[in-house]
């Protein structure tokens, strides 16, 4: 169903139904409940309130019914009666009852990790969770492991964000406080030994903070990983279950991975994490690769101008000899012949390198991290959490000044600046 | 129940209005015409704050009824309308020569905001021509609006207000002096025939299109203008059979107006402050508040007048992630690396339009000329910070000065000569 021009169209929904419809870069829709209830992945829509969107594919769910008014021209879009909204609300309410009573003994709420392949709806899963927990009134952690999107902050870096609010359908994620950790690569898969160490480094701050606070504690976490789900993206998943201690894994549209797991959680000492098979939602779009690229220039935007260009973003130049800037990669591996024998190299070392200023040309329009390490030794940066990223708008050779794009007006908290390969034409 | 709240909390907020400031109005205003379809006990709380309060504090309160007044208007001028003289009586009883003269000005700009008979008495109070009646005010009779009620999985929201005006009138914290003026309006509206209404509206459509063509930004007057012609329309619709021609105009009409409206609050009010989707039990009415609050600051944010620029912020550091708490006050809005100029800046008080002098200050600060992005000290040429200071809503430089050899420039408080 194609929606008319300029003019308002009404489009009622039965109970259950979801209204799926795209919208084109560029082009924006609005959205007003007229009567009814809905919501949009989780976060209830207000009724009479006008809801825009713009270039985005978004989905409306109505537990019990409602008019929905729409102004603007969809891509595509229809109504689909069959969902497994239920399943997931059911998981919800089995998730809710382990976090109330994590709350009631102070103990731990259940740590739940989303996997499944490309294109099963694992992130909106994961908002939609996470909404849906903040809706019960309870306090949590929402984890995003997967580089590719960066759906809460920015490609290439993974976050923590404590979820107290649902998520805002419009905003986007101005008023999170993100814990973030660089990684500077969307592939998972060119950057395992990087990406663990984030993981890692991600899984240890969240369990401190769940120590202190009794309430985001029984609210536990929420993780959603990369759709990279064979060999060693397999590895990297375990990895990621037994370092955020998850104890529920819930596998979207894969049966052969979610048999693995269940085989794997039973090796685990006892209690075995709770192996979870959903269905995956018929309104799942398969994205192609210019896509997501597009789509990660979109969070780019986002972040630094903001989901509706209300931001204000800050140019700021800085001298080459003030600035650090570092890259990271794998250690070369030392040759066979000078190891002790018998000696096997188990994990790939990660070393930061200083990038010279002759390469600074190299780094023009790619994206920095910005990390508050204390000094510059390899491990304070590895181990730094990022303030924040700037993109390289201008390498002045001459001048020997670099033009850097802020989010934030207020100066740079650090100048230790990691690179990485994400790129961005500005605009 | 949910009127006692917003009552109960306005007086709160009421506390803060000690003394005339135009900041402290406007937010109070800006959060009565939040409050619209409570306007009884609201307008019940400002009387009850007008006899309670010392007499030196009761002239700001009284600048705040005329605001609403003006500013909101719709329910808030019937409701204050029913009591104004007690009211007016009340303060001018109390006042001395210089607030009679205050409430003399006040009350002549009334004309065309009560109705005639009102200012008329008003008038004859505060010059003394009429004594004040001191009659004692009844009490409170804020109509109990059903609690929400609570979903099975999840919590029910509170949307206490984002009415439109026009449908304020099914509200149902009626009270009796409410009902007895809504019966008079009833009354005379009834009266009224259909060319009485059409011209009624005409005038309005007039003032509307003028406003809309003078190209300024739409205000709450428009906003209130557009809420009664909607209003007017469907009055007339009530009496128009529904076959005739006009009947359809009129829909179209009132469609037109509906949409305008819908418009215009959205650019005066940034996005519907109560609806955001987030809820709150029974006993979450602070933090209902405070919520408000904060979509009040944010919609304030970047707004004509506030030249704030929002940008995103930089993450927190390890230890202040691991402390992060959820707060929505305004404290946990501003960035606490930056020192606010009223904290460095004691006796401050000429309120927002003044220049705060910058050499009394422990941390000099002076606000940034508009025209530059950057500075040097003119002494020793190294940059003066500049960061923005969301309480002063302006640019200022840090640790600067006004050379002090008559000249504009500027330098590091440091680089001064003595």
Redesign the interface.
């Known amino acids: 169903m194609e929606t008319g021009g300029g003019a308002a169209a009404q489009q009622a929904l039965q109970a259950n139904e979801e209204f799926r419809f795209e919208v084109a870069a560029g082009t924006s829709v609005t959205l007003t409940i007229v009567s009814g209830s809905a919501e949009v992945f989780g976060?209830?829509?207000?009724e009479?309130?006008?809801y825009s969107f713009t270039g985005t594919q978004q989905a409306v769910f109505t537990w019990s019914g409602c008019t929905l008014e729409i102004q603007g021209q969809c891509g595509h879009s229809y109504v689909a009666a069959e969902t497994p909204m239920t399943s997931y609300?059911k998981l919800?309410?089995d998730l809710?009852l382990r976090r109330s009573t994590a709350l009631a003994s102070g103990t731990e709420g259940p740590r739940v990790l989303i996997a499944g392949p490309a294109d099963t709806g694992k992130s909106s899963l994961t908002r939609m969770l996470a909404n849906?927990l903040a809706?019960?009134?309870h306090?949590g952690t929402l984890v995003d492991f997967d580089l590719d999107q960066g759906e809460l902050l920015v490609p290439g870096a993974v976050c923590a964000v404590?979820i107290?609010?649902?998520l805002?359908?419009e905003r986007g994620t101005?008023d999170l406080?993100?814990?973030?950790y660089w990684v500077g690569h969307t592939s998972a898969a060119e950057s395992v030994a990087l990406l663990r160490l984030a993981c890692s480094s991600v899984a240890q701050?969240v369990r401190?903070?769940h120590e202190?606070?009794s309430a985001s504690r029984a609210g536990g976490v929420l993780i959603n990983t990369s759709g990279w789900v064979d060999g060693a993206g397999y590895e990297l998943l375990l990895h990621q279950a037994s370092a955020m201690n998850v104890d529920v894994i819930v596998v979207i549209g894969d049966d052969r991975l979610h048999s693995q797991l269940t085989a794997h959680a039973q090796l685990q000492p006892a209690p075995h994490p709770h192996v979870v098979k959903l269905a995956k939602s018929g309104g799942v779009i398969t994205r192609s690769q210019p896509s997501r690229q597009q789509a990660r220039h979109g969070r780019l935007s986002e972040?630094?101008y903001?989901p509706r260009r209300?931001?204000?973003?800050?140019s700021t130049e800085l001298d080459f000899g003030v600035c650090k800037i570092f890259s990271l990669g794998v250690a070369p591996a030392p040759p066979i012949s000078a190891m002790p024998i018998g000696m096997k190299i188990v994990e790939d070392r990660i070393v930061a390198q200083q990038v010279s200023p002759a390469r600074y040309p190299a780094l023009l329009h790619s994206l920095l991290a910005?990390v508050?390490a204390e000094s510059s030794t390899c491990d304070d940066l590895l181990r730094a959490?990022?303030?924040?990223f700037v993109h390289v708008t201008k390498v002045d050779m001459e001048r020997h000044k670099l033009t850097l794009l802020a989010?934030?007006?207020?100066?740079l908290?650090t100048l230790h600046l990691l690179s990485g390969v994400i790129r961005w034409d500005g605009e | 129940m949910e009127s006692e709240q917003a009552a109960a909390s306005y007086a709160e907020s009421l506390g803060d209005l000690t003394f005339n400031s135009k900041p402290i109005i406007n937010s109070l205003t800006m959060i009565a015409g939040e409050l619209l379809p409570h306007a009884t006990a609201i307008v019940r709380t400002i009387e009850q704050r007008v006899a309670q309060a010392a007499p030196d504090k009761k002239l700001p309160v009284m600048y705040l009824l005329d605001s609403i007044s003006k500013n909101v208007g719709g329910a808030y001028v019937d409701a204050f309308a029913v009591r104004l003289p007690q009211t007016i009586g009340t303060i001018y009883a109390a006042a001395g020569p210089k607030m009679r003269t205050s409430l003399q000005n006040l009350v002549k700009t009334w004309n065309g905001v009560f109705p005639l008979s009102v200012v008329q008495q008003a008038a004859d109070i505060v010059n003394g021509i009429a004594p004040p009646p001191l009659l004692p005010f009844s009490e409170c009779g804020a109509g109990a609006g059903a609690a929400p009620a609570s979903g099975p999985?999840?919590?029910a929201?509170s949307?206490p207000n984002?009415r439109p005006v026009s449908a304020v009138a099914g509200a149902n914290t009626e009270t009796a002096a409410r009902k007895r003026a809504r019966a008079e309006d009833a009354a005379s509206a009834a009266d009224a025939t259909v060319d009485d209404l059409k011209s009624e509206v005409a005038t309005l459509v007039v003032r509307i299109t003028t406003h809309m063509k003078t190209g300024l930004p739409p205000d709450l007057q428009l906003v209130d203008f557009a809420a009664r012609t909607m209003a007017l329309y469907s009055q007339i619709l009530a009496r128009l059979a529904p076959t005739s021609a006009d009947f359809s105009h009129y829909t179209a009409e009132l469609q037109r107006m509906q949409r305008l409206h819908?418009d215009l609050r959205?650019v005066v009010d940034g996005?519907?402050p109560t609806?955001?989707?987030?809820?709150f039990?029974a006993d979450g009415r602070d933090e209902l508040r405070k919520h408000m609050d904060f979509h009040f600051r944010r919609n304030m944010r970047?707004k004509a007048g506030g030249i704030a620029?929002?940008?995103?912020?930089?993450?927190?550091?390890?230890n202040g992630?691991?402390?992060?708490?959820?707060d929505e006050s305004e404290k946990a809005e501003s960035?606490k690396?930056?020192i606010s100029v009223f904290d460095a800046i004691a006796g401050g008080t000429e309120g927002f339009g003044g220049e705060p002098a910058p050499e009394a200050a422990p941390v000099p600060l002076m606000r940034a000329p508009s025209e530059v992005s950057r500075l040097a000290c003119f002494q020793c040429g190294e940059p003066i910070?500049?960061?923005?200071d969301e309480a002063a809503d302006d640019w200022m430089l840090r640790d600067a000065v006004t050379a002090n050899d008559g000249t504009a420039r500027i330098c590091h408080s440091a680089c001064q000569q003595g």
Request: glycine content about 8%; aromatic content about 10%; charged content about 20%.
């Open positions: 976060a209830e829509m207000v009479g309130r006008a609300l919800h309410g809710d849906y809706r019960s009134g306090a404590p107290v609010r649902p805002d359908i101005e406080a993100p814990l973030a701050v401190r903070r202190m606070d972040y630094f903001g209300e931001l204000y973003p800050h910005i508050l959490n990022a303030a924040g989010p934030s007006p207020i100066t908290p | 999985v999840l919590l929201p949307k984002a819908h959205r996005e519907d609806t955001c989707g987030v809820r039990g970047g620029p929002p940008s995103r912020r930089w993450m927190l550091p390890l992630w691991l402390k992060w708490q959820f960035n690396a930056v910070e500049m960061f923005f």
